[in-house]
């Protein structure tokens, strides 16, 4: 009996004994280890159906956390290594017992790269190129996008060359060797503008302007900058789309946008200067330092002295153009006493209209001549010579007095007012006869008689 109690106490013992210890198990392998960039979170993940988990992060420092989550989340940068090992409590052991600890996982959170500045941002004329740049260097990979369509091109390069005319918009994210992309860069723009047109001016081809004188050329309107040119020598430079030219020559423009873009130069004009025409000078019968003498009824003809065949003459009176009034010579008939006053003539060269006026030659007119019928040749200041009124118009003239027996007592050729008085007669009557020559040789023969007397 006492052998058989002792042998229940010793297998009561040795029950308690194996329910104390734990039976070793194996904890379930780690999954989502992977390395990603900032901004992603890293999930490692045990089995379910244990009651706690003891996390232990190896790197980048120690640190053990126990939690009853099958999980854990990494976000921040850096480089880690993880273990866990489970505990079941359902086993017969005070508290459960523990796994063994997993296999160690790895992984990087790779920080991204800084966000890229672009810059290059310009103005640029067609037949150039615009060039966008990011000062991020030696990345592995740009994204270029631009923001207006949204294209995108990715490569290695830190540009972004334009050169068709339009507006450029781009932003840029760059991409590390681990492939980590930046966030995108602020926006930049460059325009590729196009070339002005080829101007124009007018007036086109060859013109001519009298000497001194001016003419306006006109250039296409509406640019910010012309440019012009006399014999390809630059002459002004400003925002007006016109110059005034003096000097003969080959003038041609450019112009330019605010931008600075420049158009071809322009066809030339070529300007011409002419030379004024000698001043015409005046001739008529019986000119007398500018005055000439017609009565009414008569005609006058006013001639150029100086004409050349290859200028245009216009008559002019009291300096209204004469309706007809063209040619070297004027011709006036049947003169009225309202044809009286200043007679000019311009000379005009064909080319440029250039003219030169001459000086005035007046004309006087008077009614039919008047001879008076008494000569007092005592010096009082009246009647003391022969005199005939408006004589003047006829410079060529011929006199004759004779006595009432027929005797020619004074002859004169020419004969000028207040040159014979009758001095050396005697009292009486006297007969004269005048002939008056006309500027065109037509005579007219005048015959009277006067009183002598003192």
Not at 6 to 12: D, G, K, S, V
Not at 388 to 410: A, C, K, M, S
Request: charged letters at 15%; aromatic letters at 10%.
């Amino acid at each position: 009996m006492k052998k058989f109690i002792i042998l229940i106490f010793m297998m009561a013992v040795t029950a308690a004994t194996v329910k104390s210890q734990c039976v070793s198990f194996s904890t379930p392998p780690i999954t989502g280890a992977s390395d990603v960039c900032y901004g992603e979170t890293v999930t490692l993940t045990v089995a379910q159906g244990y009651d706690f988990y003891e996390w232990t992060r190896i790197l980048p420092s120690l640190q053990a956390v126990t939690t009853a989550d099958n999980k854990v989340q990494v976000t921040e940068p850096g480089v880690y290594s993880y273990k866990v090992r489970v505990k079941d409590i359902s086993m017969d052991t005070p508290g459960g017992c523990w796994s063994d600890y997993s296999t160690e996982v790895s992984f990087a959170i790779y920080a991204l790269p800084a966000t890229p500045v672009t810059d290059g941002a310009a103005n640029v004329c067609s037949g150039n190129t615009v060039t966008l740049t990011t000062a991020s260097a030696g990345m592995a990979r740009y994204r270029w996008q631009e923001t207006i369509s949204g294209n995108i091109h990715t490569g290695a390069e830190n540009t972004i060359l334009q050169t068709a005319v339009g507006k450029y918009t781009y932003r840029v994210q760059v991409r590390n060797a681990e492939g980590c992309w930046s966030d995108y860069s602020g926006a930049a723009t460059g325009y590729v503008h196009p070339l002005p047109e080829r101007p124009s001016i007018e007036p086109a081809g060859t013109v001519a302007i009298c000497e001194n004188g001016n003419i306006t050329l006109t250039a296409t309107d509406g640019l910010a900058k012309y440019v012009w040119y006399l014999n390809g020598i630059e002459i002004s430079s400003g925002i007006s789309g016109t110059y005034t030219a003096t000097q003969a020559g080959s003038y041609t423009v450019k112009t330019e946008t605010v931008y600075g873009c420049e158009s071809d130069i322009s066809d030339a004009t070529t300007v011409e200067t002419v030379p004024y025409p000698a001043k015409p000078v005046i001739t008529a019968a019986g000119t007398d330092n500018g005055l000439v003498w017609r009565k009414t009824g008569m005609g006058i003809v006013f001639e150029v002295v100086n004409r050349l065949d290859t200028l245009v003459y216009q008559w002019y009176h009291n300096s209204s153009l004469i309706s007809g009034g063209q040619g070297e010579a004027l011709h006036l008939t049947g003169l009225r006493l309202t044809d009286a006053g200043l007679y000019s003539v311009t000379a005009t060269t064909q080319k440029a209209r250039c003219s030169t006026v001459s000086d005035n030659v007046e004309l006087i007119m008077r009614e039919e001549i008047y001879i008076h019928n008494l000569i007092t040749p005592n010096n009082d200041g009246q009647n003391d010579n022969f005199h005939i009124r408006d004589l003047e118009i006829y410079p060529h003239n011929e006199l004759t007095v004779i006595n009432r027996w027929g005797n020619q007592v004074f002859k004169a050729k020419d004969y000028v007012n207040g040159t014979w008085n009758g001095a050396n007669l005697p009292d009486g009557v006297y007969f004269y006869r005048l002939k008056l020559i006309e500027f065109n040789g037509y005579t007219e023969e005048k015959t009277g008689y006067f009183h002598l007397k003192r």
